[in-house]
């Protein structure tokens, strides 16, 4: 097993750091993604459709009505943390049957916001954000996997830096 598979099959778990055979020290974190937002998202041909904040009647959530351009598989949702409600037209491409899970995303992310995942080692840092909240084990591997490699080719990189400055100082000295 190499050191990428190590330090991959190592950081599967957030906050427990994993110290390689070359003495670094790695550590994989998930973080709110405090820069994203899936109501910067709006628009034709994104992935979660159109949400709208609901108007607030005073009488009755959403009392203003079905906003315009929204058909009959518009729903309302109201995220788990929030006390809004949004209106949520569902892409045409989403079939019936994956209206009730993709409705559960977006109230997650509406709710908790999106999440990084960040790969440290020593100082070097590689991290992914605009994740969806609770990612599963198989999504967090595959991140980690590219983040990784990412960390060692800045690793890399700085070795490469280093030896070169090394290498002209020794010229300069002869």
Do not use: K
Not at 39 to 66: A, I, K, S
């Amino acid at each position: 097993m190499g050191i990428r598979e190590s330090v991959v099959d190592a950081l599967q778990h957030e906050g427990r750091p994993y110290v390689d055979h070359n003495g670094r020290t790695w550590e994989m974190t998930l973080e709110g993604d405090e820069c994203s937002s899936i109501m910067d998202e709006q628009g034709e041909g994104v992935w979660c459709g159109r949400l709208e904040f609901c108007e607030r009647d005073p009488d009755n959530w959403c009392g203003m009505g079905r906003p315009n351009g929204m058909n009959g598989r518009a729903r309302i949702l109201r995220p788990n943390q929030c006390r809004d409600a949004f209106w949520w037209q569902p892409p045409t491409d989403v079939a019936e049957d994956q209206l009730n899970t993709m409705a559960a995303t977006i109230s997650d992310i509406l709710s908790f916001g999106y999440v990084g995942v960040v790969v440290t080692c020593d100082g070097y840092t590689a991290s992914l954000w605009g994740i969806e909240p609770f990612p599963d084990a198989e999504m967090v591997r595959a991140t980690v996997v590219d983040l990784v490699i990412e960390v060692l080719a800045e690793i890399e990189a700085a070795a490469i830096a280093r030896a070169r400055e090394v290498f002209t100082l020794q010229d300069a000295i002869r």
